[in-house]
């Protein structure tokens, strides 16, 4: 047993640790080593006490919510990995046009979706098929097409552990960007619960818009295989990228995907990790198609390639959209 094991152990007894615990299983890329403490913790005051000690005893830790938008680094994690899985779900205001619900972090982003939709709120349905907890949504400013999970948020509670205090965060506080919330800022907070105000809609039309975003879900994405999602950013539209690609003259950001592909990198290949030929922002592990281990080592190589080859081609520095975990 390590040093942190055995504090951990010690202090919290009863407490079901994990140690040594295989991440690569519970994240959706299957892949990366072994966390030296793992433990889901489902109640939240036990959540707050066992950072706190954490902190006290200098003992690193990382919260996760889904694994779904992580790279975990081959050699593993010290210290501890704690998961949220508090999924505590309150209405707040259920009013003829309007509904206030809150909910723990913990909560499975698509579960929050089928319970705003039976609430008759309308706002949420892209972000059915988001795979993740609320606290990764939140934390990343979840995307669906144009839309982004902090547009429909009213306050979120943070628990920040070197203060040891709670902090209520307006929606303004929280400086929602694409791609960005003030979580990412600072590593001491921990998003706790998140408060919605969703306007109310006919059932059938908000059923319709859970139907489409499914649907463009399934054909564009590769689901079948492990992956984190997009691995890259879409970069902000350029004069010189619209002059190239008129079709995307009006929007914004140009669609990482999109330029990999013409960048001629579907289907690219390291080790096991290769450019999804469905979206080409996806990189999937191909593993056990083509019994090879599956290594972060290799998808930080991919990506660099990527990079490489986009910025040679089109002079855009695409920026990784995923999160890293663990030192590599
Ligand atoms: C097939 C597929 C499709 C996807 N589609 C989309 C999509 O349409 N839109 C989109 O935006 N993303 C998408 N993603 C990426 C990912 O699912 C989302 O970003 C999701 O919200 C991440 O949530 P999570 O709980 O899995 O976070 P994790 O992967 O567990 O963590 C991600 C980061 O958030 C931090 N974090 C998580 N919870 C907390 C918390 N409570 N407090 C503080 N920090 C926290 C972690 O420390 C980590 O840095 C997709 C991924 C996959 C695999």
Same mark, same amino acid.
């Given at each position: 047993?390590?040093?942190?094991?055995?504090?951990?152990?010690?202090?919290?007894?009863?407490?079901?640790?994990?140690?040594?615990?295989?991440?690569?299983?519970?994240?959706?890329?299957?892949?990366?080593?072994?966390?030296?403490?793992?433990?889901?913790?489902?109640?939240?005051?036990?959540?707050?006490?066992?950072?706190?000690?954490?902190?006290?005893?200098?003992?690193?830790?990382?919260?996760?919510?889904?694994?779904?938008? /992580? *790279? #975990?680094?081959? $050699?593993?994690? +010290?210290?501890?990995?704690? %998961?949220?899985? !508090?999924?505590?779900?309150?209405? &707040?205001?259920?009013?003829?046009?309007?509904?206030?619900?809150?909910?723990?972090?913990?909560?499975?982003?698509?579960?929050?979706?089928?319970?705003?939709?039976?609430?008759?709120?309308?706002?949420?349905?892209?972000?059915?098929?988001?795979?993740?907890?609320?606290?990764?949504?939140?934390?990343?400013?979840?995307?669906?097409?144009?839309?982004?999970?902090?547009?429909?948020?009213?306050?979120?509670?943070?628990?920040?552990?070197?203060?040891?205090?709670?902090?209520?965060?307006?929606?303004?506080?929280?400086?929602?960007?694409?791609?960005?919330?003030?979580?990412?800022?600072?590593?001491? /907070? *921990? #998003?706790?619960? $998140?408060?919605? +105000?969703?306007?109310?809609? %006919?059932?059938? !039309?908000?059923?319709?818009?859970? &139907?489409?975003?499914?649907?463009?879900?399934?054909?564009?994405?590769?689901?079948?295989?492990?992956?984190?999602?997009?691995?890259?950013?879409?970069?902000?539209?350029?004069?010189?990228?619209?002059?190239?690609?008129?079709?995307?003259?009006?929007?914004?950001?140009?669609?990482?995907?999109?330029?990999?592909?013409?960048?001629?990198?579907?289907?690219?290949?390291?080790?096991?990790?290769?450019?999804?030929?469905?979206?080409?922002?996806?990189?999937?592990?191909?593993?056990?198609?083509?019994?090879?281990?599956?290594?972060?080592?290799?998808?930080?190589?991919?990506?660099?390639?990527?990079? /490489?080859?986009?910025?040679?081609?089109?002079?855009?520095?695409?920026?990784?959209?995923?999160?890293?975990?663990?030192?590599?």
């Amino acid at each position: 047993m390590t040093n942190n094991q055995r504090l951990v152990k010690a202090k919290f007894p009863d407490l079901d640790w994990s140690f040594n615990y295989p991440l690569a299983e519970s994240s959706y890329f299957k892949l990366g080593g072994l966390a030296e403490i793992y433990y889901k913790v489902k109640d939240q005051l036990l959540l707050k006490k066992i950072l706190v000690f954490c902190e006290q005893e200098r003992i690193p830790w990382k919260i996760v919510g889904g694994l779904s938008n /992580l *790279v #975990i680094a081959d $050699a593993g994690v +010290s210290g501890l990995v704690l %998961q949220i899985a !508090v999924r505590d779900f309150q209405v &707040l205001s259920d009013q003829e046009d309007a509904v206030v619900f809150r909910a723990a972090t913990g909560i499975k982003t698509s579960q929050l979706v089928s319970k705003a939709v039976n609430l008759g709120g309308t706002g949420l349905e892209g972000f059915i098929g988001v795979p993740g907890t609320l606290g990764g949504a939140i934390y990343n400013n979840a995307h669906y097409l144009k839309a982004l999970i902090g547009d429909y948020v009213e306050s979120v509670v943070a628990f920040h552990v070197k203060h040891n205090k709670e902090i209520i965060f307006s929606r303004e506080m929280c400086k929602f960007a694409y791609e960005h919330s003030v979580f990412q800022e600072d590593p001491q /907070l *921990v #998003i706790l619960a $998140a408060t919605f +105000s969703l306007r109310k809609d %006919q059932p059938d !039309v908000i059923k319709e818009k859970l &139907l489409q975003a499914q649907e463009h879900r399934q054909q564009t994405q590769p689901l079948h295989l492990p992956s984190s999602g997009c691995i890259f950013r879409n970069p902000p539209n350029t004069d010189e990228l619209r002059q190239l690609f008129p079709q995307f003259a009006q929007r914004e950001f140009i669609p990482a995907g999109f330029l990999i592909d013409q960048a001629g990198l579907k289907n690219q290949q390291v080790g096991a990790i290769v450019v999804s030929d469905k979206h080409a922002a996806f990189l999937v592990n191909m593993s056990e198609e083509l019994q090879l281990p599956a290594k972060a080592q290799d998808v930080k190589k991919l990506i660099a390639q990527i990079q /490489l080859a986009v910025k040679k081609q089109f002079k855009v520095e695409l920026k990784e959209e995923i999160f890293y975990l663990g030192q590599d």
